[in-house]
């Protein structure tokens, strides 16, 4: 009797179904007039008034490179990666280091917002994708704002 109990309770601790978490930590941002996010398993850290070198003979939307640490990153524009015009930068401007399948590079982006959850069974195709290279997806939030996802294997992948 004794064995049948203990065997029971060992039924009774293991779940029949791994539950599999679909939300993932966040960082959201502002580039232009869209709010995009990417995972923070990619954020290496978010950096201000840092000295680009600018480099010839680069598509428009590569700044430059800069020095961090001794690690030298290329430094992408992100709103004119997207097709959009440059626009000034400003004191809220920003750039977020980013490591994606060990691929380092800097986003510049015109404002950084916070830090949050967004489940992924949420998260729905972007219409005309095509268009939107960098992409991969958006999700509505409670307050009706659209946040957009950043597509990071397309942009570790771009040959810079």
Same mark, same amino acid.
């Given at each position: 009797?004794?064995?049948?109990?203990?065997?029971?309770?060992?039924?009774?601790?293991?779940?029949?179904?791994?539950?599999?978490?679909?939300?993932?930590?966040?960082?959201?941002?502002?580039?232009?007039?869209?709010?995009?996010?990417?995972?923070?398993?990619?954020?290496?850290?978010?950096?201000?008034n840092h000295s680009?070198?600018?480099?010839?003979?680069?598509?428009?939307?590569?700044?430059? @490179?800069?020095?961090? +640490?001794? #690690?030298? *990153?290329?430094?992408?524009?992100?709103? $004119?990666?997207? %097709?959009?015009?440059?626009?000034?930068?400003?004191n809220e401007t920003?750039?977020?280091?980013?490591?994606?399948?060990?691929?380092?590079?800097?986003?510049?982006?015109?404002?950084?917002?916070?830090?949050?959850?967004?489940?992924?069974?949420?998260?729905?195709? @972007?219409?005309?994708? +095509?268009? #939107?290279? *960098?992409?991969?997806?958006?999700?509505? $939030?409670?307050? %009706?704002?659209?946040?957009?996802?950043?597509?990071?294997?397309?942009?570790?992948?771009?040959?810079?």
């Amino acid at each position: 009797m004794a064995e049948q109990a203990t065997l029971n309770e060992e039924i009774l601790e293991t779940p029949d179904t791994e539950e599999v978490s679909t939300v993932e930590r966040c960082l959201t941002f502002k580039s232009g007039d869209l709010i995009l996010y990417i995972s923070t398993k990619h954020v290496i850290e978010i950096i201000n008034n840092h000295s680009i070198t600018t480099l010839p003979l680069v598509p428009p939307y590569i700044k430059g @490179i800069i020095n961090l +640490r001794g #690690q030298i *990153l290329p430094v992408v524009d992100i709103q $004119m990666r997207m %097709g959009k015009s440059e626009t000034e930068y400003r004191n809220e401007t920003c750039i977020i280091v980013l490591d994606i399948d060990s691929v380092s590079l800097g986003i510049i982006v015109d404002s950084v917002r916070q830090v949050i959850d967004i489940d992924l069974k949420n998260v729905r195709p @972007i219409p005309l994708k +095509r268009q #939107q290279k *960098l992409l991969d997806g958006m999700v509505t $939030m409670e307050d %009706g704002s659209v946040f957009m996802s950043v597509d990071c294997q397309a942009l570790a992948k771009a040959q810079y």
